[in-house]
């Protein structure tokens, strides 16, 4: 492991000595910003396949009313039922995972590369690059530390955070815009497709604004992955899904 950590600390270096003519000190973090972006390239397959797989799952929802009609008052039943028109139709429900999923290795990748002071037995030299004035291996709390939330390390997380709670909002209206039209759930019926559904369903729209706190406790290095990241992931999603019900104007002009 420690093999493997030293030639990815190699790698994220050497990417950074090609940036630093145009990023200077903050060659490092723009690495990092290019290494996210590449990892979303490769999984940008499975991103195209996920939505295909909803375009499909949204065609099935009148058999699913119908299911949902006819056994609507035994929850067993109607779980195995759906479970069945999947398998016939071959649409898997866990397919828009499979993107996020991929990409949690080299979240954690990231975040082990920052958190720890050596790598393979010598002094982590990464931990000395900065974005701006905040070390790419610290974190909020440290920033506060350091001048408090509007000093200069403290207004790199700022924007940040800015940036962050400007995706999440666009997700929530996105997302609740996407429900109200294809409820997952009969209107004036309080059967669920799947049993415990219906929470889940109420808190997903604010899921997005949990990144926040992931930015404000984890290596900043690793923040700027996640905030790359899900920034990439709502631009993502809003073309490759722009044709399902409920999609922005905007996402609809850019196709």
């Known amino acids: ?22 990023f200077q000190a903050s060659a490092a973090a723009a690495a990092i910003v290019v290494f996210t972006a590449f990892v979303r ?11 295909r797989g909803q375009r499909e799952r949204a065609k099935l929802q ?22 069945e028109l999947h398998a016939k139709e071959k649409v898997s429900p866990l397919s828009g995972c499979l993107p996020s999923l991929f990409q949690l290795p080299a979240f954690f990748l990231l975040y082990h590369l920052f958190s720890n002071s050596t790598i393979g037995g010598e002094a982590n030299a990464l931990l000395a690059h900065k974005l701006f004035a905040a070390p790419l291996g610290g974190r909020w709390m440290d ?17 940040l955070f800015v940036v962050v709670a400007g995706v999440a909002t666009f997700n929530y209206r996105r997302t609740k815009r996407q429900m109200a039209v294809a409820p997952v759930v009969a209107a004036g019926s309080g059967d669920q497709q799947v049993p415990g559904m219906g929470a889940v369903l109420k808190f997903m729209p604010l899921m997005s604004f949990m990144t926040l706190f992931t930015v404000a406790v984890v290596p900043l290095a690793a923040a700027l992955y996640v905030v790359t990241s899900t920034t990439w992931s709502a631009v993502e999603r809003a073309v490759l899904y722009r044709d399902m019900p409920g999609a922005s104007p905007l996402a609809a002009a850019a196709g």
């Not at 492991?1 to 630093?20: C, H, I, K, R, Y």
């Open 1 to 22: 492991m420690s093999a493997f950590m030293s030639f990815f600390a190699s790698l994220v270096e050497g990417l950074a000595d090609l940036l630093e003519p145009l």
């Open 41 to 51: 390239l490769l999984v940008h397959p499975l991103s195209r396949a996920a939505a």
């Open 143 to 159: 920033a506060l530390g350091e001048g408090g939330v509007f000093g200069a390390q403290g207004l790199v997380y700022l924007g």
């Open 62 to 83: 009148p058999q699913i009313a119908a299911l949902r009609k006819k056994h609507g008052k035994n929850p067993e039943k109607l779980q195995k039922a759906v479970m």
